[in-house]
């Protein structure tokens, strides 16, 4: 990956990234620093060059093997509703998939855990977020269900695919005052964004968003 790809040209230039957090603004993103970590990314190095010219759309793409980059106004609203409540130190996120909504969070947060079970996609990940010099990442290829206990607890945990309930070792592993940002719900129909917050020993949840996500599956693959 050299210099010029990763700045981009023509459709996918700075300019056309400015106009998408633009758009991301208009729709009700409100967060300052998620805009300003957005408007940075370069998007188009997270999908195949055949459709790197349409990287600064405001959709879902694919990325392989059936699984999807998830659409930027999705990625903006997790990432302000997790951080929501203040600073985080350490987040753990389920899915790396491409890594883009790794690469958002690691100029946000102190320390990235991200956990991926398709081998695949998590070596791609990490070849391109190196390039782009976040260090502050590592890397598991596992299964996102048990979390990463050794790591934790967590500030906050986002899931970037659908369980059909919420996974109880990932709420066991959040920290006081931690906050877990989740889809659930059936793949491929409506499910609802899912924020759970935890207090001492007391969970509180509330419905943020309908959203449609790829299915967190069990067990890591190659
Ligand atoms: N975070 C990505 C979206 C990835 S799509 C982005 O920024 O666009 C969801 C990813 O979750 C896929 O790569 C899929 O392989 C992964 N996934 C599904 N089930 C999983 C599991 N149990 N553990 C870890 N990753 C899982």
């Known amino acids: 990956m050299n210099g010029s ?83 985080l130190k350490n987040v753990l996120e389920i899915g790396t998939g491409c890594g883009y909504q790794t690469a958002v969070l690691a100029q946000l947060v102190e320390q990235v855990y991200t956990i991926e079970r398709i081998d695949e996609l998590q070596q791609q990940a990490q070849a391109r977020l190196s390039a782009l010099q976040l260090d502050n990442i590592e890397y598991r290829h596992g299964d996102g269900f048990q979390g990463w206990k050794e790591k934790g607890p967590f500030d906050g945990i986002i899931v970037t695919a659908a369980p059909l309930a919420i996974p109880p070792a990932l709420v066991a592993q959040l920290a006081d005052g931690g906050r877990l940002v989740v889809p659930v719900g059936q793949a491929n129909g409506s499910q609802n964004l899912m924020l759970i917050e935890k207090r001492g020993d007391q969970l509180q949840s509330a419905i943020m968003d309908k959203v449609r996500f790829v299915p967190l599956q069990p067990g890591p693959t190659e």
């Open 5 to 87: 790809n990763l700045r981009g040209i023509g459709m996918t230039s700075d300019r056309t990234r400015t106009r998408l957090v633009q758009r991301l603004q208009e729709e009700g993103i409100r967060n300052t620093m998620v805009l300003a970590v957005m408007a940075g990314v370069p998007r188009h190095i997270f999908v195949d060059e055949g459709i790197a010219h349409r990287a600064y759309e405001d959709t879902a793409l694919p990325i392989g093997r059936g699984q999807t980059i998830s659409q930027p106004f999705i990625v903006a609203k997790m990432t302000e509703i997790l951080l929501d409540a203040g600073p």
